[in-house]
């Protein structure tokens, strides 16, 4: 079975502040990761994607997000946060067959201050 | 942009309706799946579709169905709605075989 949970439903950080959100996963198979951004009323748009490639994996946006399998993390990271990063962020995770489906963290939700 | 579309964007039905929803996949996909994200939740997989037959299904009775059609296109039916099916419904079409899904806008569905 697979999951992921996210820490922290909801982060606020001010303007040109690290941003960092939390995610975790378990999963008894090499899994995909994902990060997924929502904005209000939209649907979901892929900021990365995890597939076993570098660890280290750089998105849209200026967004990153490392793998750390000794930790089971895939913590979602950006140096500078800009207003227009306020949105809806999902972690999820898939197996690696082509009819995995996709599961979804319960969101944390990224407020940015002025 | 992702090319997928889905329609409406939004329905209002009363409680024991039926509704389908439809989604127009992003040209050369043949896999679409259905997501259903309640208010202040992440999406849940309803069940996915390809080559127009059902390839997986999430924890979600009988009464959610669906079709798939040869160009890819998709429909989700609820039958006998409940109040509990009030939600945005997520359409995500890929190329079997592909690691990444592309998301329409939703459907947000109104049950009352």
């Known amino acids: 079975a697979q999951s992921v949970t996210q820490l922290g439903s909801h982060v606020s950080v001010s303007e040109g502040a690290l941003v960092l959100l939390r995610c975790n996963y378990s999963?008894?198979?090499?899994?995909?990761l994902f990060w997924y951004v929502q904005y209000p009323n939209q649907g979901l748009q892929l900021l990365l994607k995890y597939t076993s490639a570098a660890t280290l994996v750089k998105g849209i946006n200026g967004f990153e997000a490392e793998f750390k399998k000794s930790e089971t993390s895939f913590h979602l990271t950006k140096p500078s946060a800009h207003m227009s990063d306020a949105a809806e962020y999902f972690c999820?995770?898939?197996?690696?067959?082509?009819?995995?489906?996709?599961?979804f963290g319960s969101g944390t939700r990224l407020s940015i201050r002025p | 942009e992702t090319g997928v579309t889905q329609s409406p964007t939004h329905l209002i039905k009363t409680r024991g309706q039926q509704v389908t929803l439809r989604c127009s996949s992003q040209?050369?996909?043949?896999?679409v799946s259905w997501y259903q994200q309640a208010l202040g939740q992440g999406p849940q997989f309803i069940f996915q579709?390809?080559?127009?037959?059902?390839?997986g299904r999430g924890n979600f009775p009988p009464r959610f169905s669906g079709l798939q059609f040869p160009n890819s296109s998709s429909e989700l039916n609820v039958n006998a709605l409940e109040l509990d099916d009030s939600a945005l419904y997520l359409c995500?079409?890929?190329?079997?075989?592909?690691?990444?899904?592309?998301f329409g806008q939703g459907t947000r569905l109104t049950v009352v």
């Open positions: 999820a995770v898939s197996g690696r067959s082509s009819a995995s489906k996709i599961i």
């Open positions: 579709y390809y080559r127009e037959e059902e390839n």
């Open positions: 999963s008894s198979v090499p899994p995909y």
């Open positions: 995500a079409s890929s190329f079997w075989g592909d690691t990444e899904a592309f």
């Open positions: 040209s050369g996909h043949n896999t």
